[in-house]
Protein backbone atom coordinates (compact mmCIF):
# COMPACT_ATOMS: atom_id res chain seq x y z
CA UNK A 1 0.00 0.00 0.00
CA UNK A 2 3.26 2.05 0.47
CA UNK A 3 4.28 1.80 -2.38
CA UNK A 4 0.86 2.94 -4.22
CA UNK A 5 0.82 6.12 -1.82
CA UNK A 6 4.08 7.24 -2.77
CA UNK A 7 3.07 6.72 -6.55
CA UNK A 8 -0.26 8.51 -5.67
CA UNK A 9 1.48 11.47 -3.72
CA UNK A 10 4.32 12.03 -6.02
CA UNK A 11 1.71 12.03 -9.02
CA UNK A 12 -0.05 14.98 -7.16
CA UNK A 13 2.85 16.76 -6.92
CA UNK A 14 3.89 16.03 -3.16
CA UNK A 15 7.47 15.97 -2.40
CA UNK A 16 7.88 12.69 -0.42
CA UNK A 17 10.31 11.37 2.16
CA UNK A 18 9.38 7.38 2.27
CA UNK A 19 10.71 5.63 5.14
CA UNK A 20 10.70 1.83 5.35
CA UNK A 21 12.30 -0.83 7.19
CA UNK A 22 12.03 -3.44 4.54
CA UNK A 23 10.67 -5.71 7.10
CA UNK A 24 7.53 -6.97 4.82
CA UNK A 25 8.51 -3.95 2.19
CA UNK A 26 10.33 -4.26 -0.93
CA UNK A 27 12.43 -1.20 -2.01
CA UNK A 28 11.73 -2.59 -5.73
CA UNK A 29 7.94 -1.11 -5.23
CA UNK A 30 9.12 2.24 -5.20
CA UNK A 31 12.78 2.24 -7.04
CA UNK A 32 10.91 3.64 -10.18
CA UNK A 33 9.83 6.66 -8.41
CA UNK A 34 12.90 7.49 -6.32
CA UNK A 35 14.83 10.39 -7.43
CA UNK A 36 14.33 14.23 -6.79
CA UNK A 37 10.64 14.23 -5.68
CA UNK A 38 10.88 10.97 -3.94
CA UNK A 39 13.46 9.88 -0.92
CA UNK A 40 13.66 6.85 0.52
CA UNK A 41 15.21 6.54 4.11
CA UNK A 42 15.72 2.91 5.68
CA UNK A 43 14.74 3.95 8.92
CA UNK A 44 12.93 1.66 11.76
CA UNK A 45 10.56 4.02 13.58
CA UNK A 46 11.25 2.70 16.86
CA UNK A 47 14.38 3.65 16.54
CA UNK A 48 15.93 7.33 16.65
CA UNK A 49 15.28 9.09 13.53
CA UNK A 50 18.28 8.67 11.66
CA UNK A 51 21.01 12.12 11.36
CA UNK A 52 19.75 13.80 8.21
CA UNK A 53 16.58 12.39 8.27
CA UNK A 54 14.67 15.80 7.41
CA UNK A 55 17.96 17.45 6.81
CA UNK A 56 17.03 19.02 3.10
CA UNK A 57 13.45 20.63 4.91
CA UNK A 58 13.28 24.41 6.14
CA UNK A 59 10.76 25.38 9.06
CA UNK A 60 7.10 24.33 8.46
CA UNK A 61 8.15 22.18 5.36
CA UNK A 62 7.11 19.21 6.58
CA UNK A 63 3.09 19.56 6.33
CA UNK A 64 1.86 15.50 6.89
CA UNK A 65 3.76 12.51 8.24
CA UNK A 66 1.35 9.30 7.13
CA UNK A 67 1.96 6.26 9.50
CA UNK A 68 0.84 3.10 7.82
CA UNK A 69 4.06 1.29 9.37
CA UNK A 70 3.18 -2.47 10.55
CA UNK A 71 3.33 -5.88 9.25
CA UNK A 72 -0.05 -6.22 8.20
CA UNK A 73 -0.68 -10.13 7.62
CA UNK A 74 -1.79 -12.01 10.56
CA UNK A 75 1.08 -14.62 9.61
CA UNK A 76 3.57 -11.67 9.64
CA UNK A 77 2.87 -10.27 13.01
CA UNK A 78 1.93 -13.86 14.27
CA UNK A 79 5.90 -14.38 13.91
CA UNK A 80 7.06 -10.71 14.57
CA UNK A 81 4.29 -10.05 17.95
CA UNK A 82 6.60 -8.10 20.05
CA UNK A 83 7.96 -5.69 16.70
CA UNK A 84 4.50 -5.29 15.73
CA UNK A 85 3.65 -3.87 19.37
CA UNK A 86 6.99 -2.22 19.42
CA UNK A 87 5.99 -0.40 16.34
CA UNK A 88 2.49 0.61 17.12
CA UNK A 89 3.28 2.17 20.04
CA UNK A 90 6.95 3.33 20.04
CA UNK A 91 6.89 3.38 16.57
CA UNK A 92 3.78 5.74 16.66
CA UNK A 93 5.17 7.66 19.16
CA UNK A 94 8.30 8.69 17.08
CA UNK A 95 6.17 9.51 14.11
CA UNK A 96 3.78 12.28 16.71
CA UNK A 97 6.67 13.75 17.89
CA UNK A 98 8.26 13.94 14.64
CA UNK A 99 4.79 15.68 13.23
CA UNK A 100 4.35 17.71 15.93
CA UNK A 101 8.34 18.68 16.52
CA UNK A 102 7.64 20.01 12.67
CA UNK A 103 3.96 21.19 13.02
CA UNK A 104 3.06 18.65 10.73
CA UNK A 105 -0.72 17.15 10.62
CA UNK A 106 -0.16 13.52 11.00
CA UNK A 107 -2.35 10.52 9.62
CA UNK A 108 -2.78 7.01 11.52
CA UNK A 109 -3.27 3.70 8.93
CA UNK A 110 -5.58 2.14 11.59
CA UNK A 111 -7.56 -0.91 11.08
CA UNK A 112 -11.11 -2.86 10.98
CA UNK A 113 -9.23 -4.93 13.78
CA UNK A 114 -9.55 -2.63 16.27
CA UNK A 115 -13.83 -4.07 16.14
CA UNK A 116 -12.44 -7.19 17.07
CA UNK A 117 -14.31 -10.13 16.45
CA UNK A 118 -17.31 -7.56 15.96
CA UNK A 119 -20.80 -8.07 17.41
CA UNK A 120 -22.30 -5.47 15.29
CA UNK A 121 -22.13 -6.02 11.83
CA UNK A 122 -21.93 -3.88 9.74
CA UNK A 123 -18.65 -2.07 11.52
CA UNK A 124 -19.72 2.00 12.08
CA UNK A 125 -17.07 3.64 13.63
CA UNK A 126 -18.89 4.67 16.49
CA UNK A 127 -18.59 0.96 17.40
CA UNK A 128 -16.16 0.05 20.16
CA UNK A 129 -15.52 -3.43 19.27
CA UNK A 130 -14.59 -6.46 21.11
CA UNK A 131 -11.68 -7.54 21.16
CA UNK A 132 -9.53 -10.38 23.02
CA UNK A 133 -6.44 -8.95 24.69
CA UNK A 134 -5.01 -12.61 25.11
CA UNK A 135 -5.76 -13.26 21.17
CA UNK A 136 -2.30 -13.74 19.24
CA UNK A 137 -4.23 -11.83 17.28
CA UNK A 138 -4.21 -8.71 20.10
CA UNK A 139 -0.88 -7.73 18.75
CA UNK A 140 -2.07 -6.29 15.96
CA UNK A 141 -5.35 -4.82 16.95
CA UNK A 142 -4.34 -3.81 20.39
CA UNK A 143 -1.34 -1.90 18.91
CA UNK A 144 -3.73 -0.34 16.10
CA UNK A 145 -5.97 0.58 19.26
CA UNK A 146 -3.17 2.13 20.98
CA UNK A 147 -2.04 4.04 18.45
CA UNK A 148 -5.17 5.58 17.65
CA UNK A 149 -5.32 6.77 21.27
CA UNK A 150 -2.14 8.02 21.44
CA UNK A 151 -2.77 9.95 18.26
CA UNK A 152 -6.23 10.96 19.61
CA UNK A 153 -4.41 12.01 23.21
CA UNK A 154 -1.92 14.26 21.11
CA UNK A 155 -4.80 16.17 19.26
CA UNK A 156 -6.29 16.90 22.91
CA UNK A 157 -2.87 17.19 24.79
CA UNK A 158 -0.99 19.62 22.31
CA UNK A 159 -3.45 20.40 19.77
CA UNK A 160 -1.93 17.91 17.25
CA UNK A 161 -3.93 17.89 14.00
CA UNK A 162 -4.48 14.25 13.55
CA UNK A 163 -6.14 12.10 11.48
CA UNK A 164 -7.62 8.37 11.88
CA UNK A 165 -8.22 5.76 8.95
CA UNK A 166 -9.84 2.15 9.79
CA UNK A 167 -8.85 0.50 6.87
CA UNK A 168 -10.61 -2.90 6.12
CA UNK A 169 -8.79 -5.71 4.37
CA UNK A 170 -6.86 -4.25 1.23
CA UNK A 171 -5.40 -5.90 -1.85
CA UNK A 172 -3.64 -5.56 -4.84
CA UNK A 173 -0.86 -6.00 -7.03
CA UNK A 174 2.74 -6.16 -4.80
CA UNK A 175 1.59 -7.90 -2.27
CA UNK A 176 4.08 -10.61 -1.43
CA UNK A 177 3.72 -13.85 -2.92
CA UNK A 178 4.34 -15.38 1.03
CA UNK A 179 2.26 -12.65 2.44
CA UNK A 180 -0.37 -15.29 4.05
CA UNK A 181 -3.34 -13.10 3.15
CA UNK A 182 -6.14 -15.01 1.57
CA UNK A 183 -5.66 -12.60 -1.41
CA UNK A 184 -2.74 -13.54 -2.22
CA UNK A 185 -2.73 -16.96 -0.88
CA UNK A 186 -6.13 -18.03 -3.25
CA UNK A 187 -4.96 -16.12 -6.74
CA UNK A 188 -0.75 -17.83 -6.00
CA UNK A 189 -2.59 -21.57 -5.18
CA UNK A 190 -5.36 -20.77 -8.18
CA UNK A 191 -2.23 -19.89 -10.44
CA UNK A 192 -0.25 -23.10 -9.70
CA UNK A 193 -2.87 -24.86 -10.00
CA UNK A 194 -3.23 -26.36 -6.25
CA UNK A 195 -5.67 -26.45 -3.60
CA UNK A 196 -6.91 -23.59 -2.09
CA UNK A 197 -6.78 -23.52 1.88
CA UNK A 198 -10.23 -22.60 3.29
CA UNK A 199 -9.78 -21.92 7.24
CA UNK A 200 -12.62 -22.91 8.66
CA UNK A 201 -15.47 -23.85 6.69
CA UNK A 202 -15.23 -20.97 4.83
CA UNK A 203 -18.55 -19.13 5.94
CA UNK A 204 -16.83 -16.15 7.62
CA UNK A 205 -16.81 -13.06 5.52
CA UNK A 206 -14.74 -9.94 4.21
CA UNK A 207 -15.23 -7.19 2.29
CA UNK A 208 -12.33 -6.72 -0.08
CA UNK A 209 -10.86 -3.15 -1.39
CA UNK A 210 -8.88 -2.42 -3.62
CA UNK A 211 -5.64 -0.68 -3.42
CA UNK A 212 -6.16 2.85 -5.37
CA UNK A 213 -9.28 3.01 -3.54
CA UNK A 214 -7.97 2.85 -0.65
CA UNK A 215 -5.09 5.34 -1.06
CA UNK A 216 -7.77 7.57 -2.65
CA UNK A 217 -9.44 7.26 0.86
CA UNK A 218 -6.62 8.25 2.75
CA UNK A 219 -5.58 10.95 0.85
CA UNK A 220 -8.91 12.39 1.13
CA UNK A 221 -9.03 12.16 4.85
CA UNK A 222 -5.47 13.52 5.28
CA UNK A 223 -6.52 16.63 2.98
CA UNK A 224 -10.02 16.74 5.33
CA UNK A 225 -10.48 18.99 8.07
CA UNK A 226 -12.12 15.82 9.93
CA UNK A 227 -10.84 14.60 13.15
CA UNK A 228 -12.70 11.55 13.82
CA UNK A 229 -12.19 7.94 12.91
CA UNK A 230 -13.12 7.21 9.35
CA UNK A 231 -13.95 3.49 7.86
CA UNK A 232 -12.01 3.05 4.53
CA UNK A 233 -12.89 0.22 3.53
CA UNK A 234 -15.46 -1.32 0.02
CA UNK A 235 -18.95 -2.30 1.51
CA UNK A 236 -19.21 -5.36 -0.68
CA UNK A 237 -19.00 -8.84 1.10
CA UNK A 238 -18.05 -12.52 0.71
CA UNK A 239 -17.89 -15.78 2.46
CA UNK A 240 -14.69 -16.81 1.88
CA UNK A 241 -15.79 -20.07 0.17
CA UNK A 242 -17.90 -17.23 -2.32
CA UNK A 243 -14.37 -15.67 -2.44
CA UNK A 244 -12.56 -18.61 -3.11
CA UNK A 245 -14.99 -19.81 -6.14
CA UNK A 246 -14.63 -16.40 -7.82
CA UNK A 247 -11.00 -16.58 -7.64
CA UNK A 248 -11.13 -20.33 -9.16
CA UNK A 249 -13.46 -19.04 -11.81
CA UNK A 250 -11.36 -16.03 -12.59
CA UNK A 251 -7.95 -17.95 -13.03
CA UNK A 252 -9.97 -20.82 -14.62
CA UNK A 253 -7.75 -23.31 -12.77
CA UNK A 254 -7.81 -25.71 -10.17
CA UNK A 255 -11.08 -25.73 -8.79
CA UNK A 256 -10.30 -27.85 -5.62
CA UNK A 257 -10.57 -26.82 -1.66
CA UNK A 258 -8.38 -28.06 1.28
CA UNK A 259 -10.13 -26.72 4.50
CA UNK A 260 -7.80 -26.34 7.25
CA UNK A 261 -8.49 -25.11 11.11
CA UNK A 262 -9.66 -21.43 12.05
CA UNK A 263 -6.84 -19.40 13.37
CA UNK A 264 -7.67 -18.03 16.92
CA UNK A 265 -10.36 -15.04 17.40
CA UNK A 266 -10.65 -14.89 13.41
CA UNK A 267 -13.71 -12.09 12.83
CA UNK A 268 -16.76 -14.15 11.89
CA UNK A 269 -18.19 -10.88 9.72
CA UNK A 270 -16.40 -7.77 8.59
CA UNK A 271 -18.28 -5.14 6.56
CA UNK A 272 -17.01 -1.56 7.14
CA UNK A 273 -20.13 1.00 7.27
CA UNK A 274 -19.05 3.59 5.03
CA UNK A 275 -21.59 6.62 5.51
CA UNK A 276 -19.25 8.57 7.23
CA UNK A 277 -16.70 8.82 4.18
CA UNK A 278 -19.19 9.34 1.88
CA UNK A 279 -20.72 12.01 4.15
CA UNK A 280 -16.91 14.14 4.96
CA UNK A 281 -15.08 12.76 2.52
CA UNK A 282 -17.62 12.19 -0.95
CA UNK A 283 -15.34 8.96 -0.91
CA UNK A 284 -16.59 5.43 -1.82
CA UNK A 285 -14.81 2.56 -3.40
CA UNK A 286 -14.64 2.53 -7.42
CA UNK A 287 -13.39 -0.62 -8.54
CA UNK A 288 -15.07 -3.49 -8.61
CA UNK A 289 -14.21 -7.04 -6.40
CA UNK A 290 -13.83 -8.80 -10.05
CA UNK A 291 -12.32 -5.73 -11.61
CA UNK A 292 -9.79 -5.66 -8.91
CA UNK A 293 -9.40 -9.11 -8.70
CA UNK A 294 -8.22 -9.63 -12.56
CA UNK A 295 -5.88 -6.93 -11.93
CA UNK A 296 -4.32 -8.80 -9.32
CA UNK A 297 -4.28 -11.78 -10.83
CA UNK A 298 -2.66 -10.71 -13.98
CA UNK A 299 0.26 -9.33 -11.77
CA UNK A 300 0.59 -12.23 -10.05
CA UNK A 301 0.91 -14.10 -13.34
CA UNK A 302 3.79 -11.90 -14.50
CA UNK A 303 5.60 -12.49 -10.84
CA UNK A 304 5.70 -15.91 -10.56
CA UNK A 305 6.65 -16.01 -14.32
CA UNK A 306 9.78 -14.03 -13.37
CA UNK A 307 10.18 -15.66 -10.52
CA UNK A 308 10.41 -18.98 -12.12
CA UNK A 309 12.93 -17.75 -14.78
N1 LIG B 1 -8.05 -17.28 5.08
C1 LIG B 1 -8.30 -18.49 4.44
N2 LIG B 1 -7.27 -19.06 3.76
C2 LIG B 1 -6.04 -18.50 3.64
C3 LIG B 1 -5.80 -17.27 4.30
C4 LIG B 1 -6.83 -16.68 5.01
O1 LIG B 1 -9.41 -19.03 4.49
O2 LIG B 1 -5.17 -19.09 2.99
C5 LIG B 1 -9.18 -16.64 5.81
C6 LIG B 1 -8.85 -16.15 7.21
O3 LIG B 1 -9.03 -17.17 8.16
C7 LIG B 1 -9.84 -15.02 7.36
C8 LIG B 1 -9.99 -14.46 5.95
O4 LIG B 1 -9.55 -15.48 5.08
O5 LIG B 1 -11.08 -15.50 7.78
C9 LIG B 1 -9.16 -13.21 5.70
O6 LIG B 1 -7.84 -13.49 6.13
P1 LIG B 1 -6.64 -12.51 5.90
O7 LIG B 1 -5.46 -13.13 6.56
O8 LIG B 1 -6.53 -12.14 4.47
O9 LIG B 1 -7.04 -11.15 6.63
P2 LIG B 1 -7.78 -10.83 8.02
O10 LIG B 1 -9.05 -10.22 7.60
O11 LIG B 1 -8.02 -12.08 8.80
O12 LIG B 1 -6.85 -9.91 8.70
Redesign the pocket.
Known sequence: MGSWLCERLVADGWSVICVDNLVTGRRENIAALEGENLRFVHWDICAHPPEGLLADLGEGELDLVMNLACP????DYGNLPLFTMRTGSVGTWNLLELARNHGARFLMAS???VYGDPLVHPQAEDYTGNVNTLSP?AV?DESKRFSETLAYTYFRHFGSEIRIARI??T?GPRMQVE????????VV?ALGGAP?????D?S???SFCYVTDTVEGLLRLALSDFGEPVNIGNPDEYT?AQ??QMVIDTVGLGGELVF?G??PD???V?RPDISRARRVLGWEPQVTLADGLERTIAWFRDRLAQDGE
Open positions: ASPVTSERYFNYDGRVVSNFQLTVYGGQTRIFAKLPDPKR
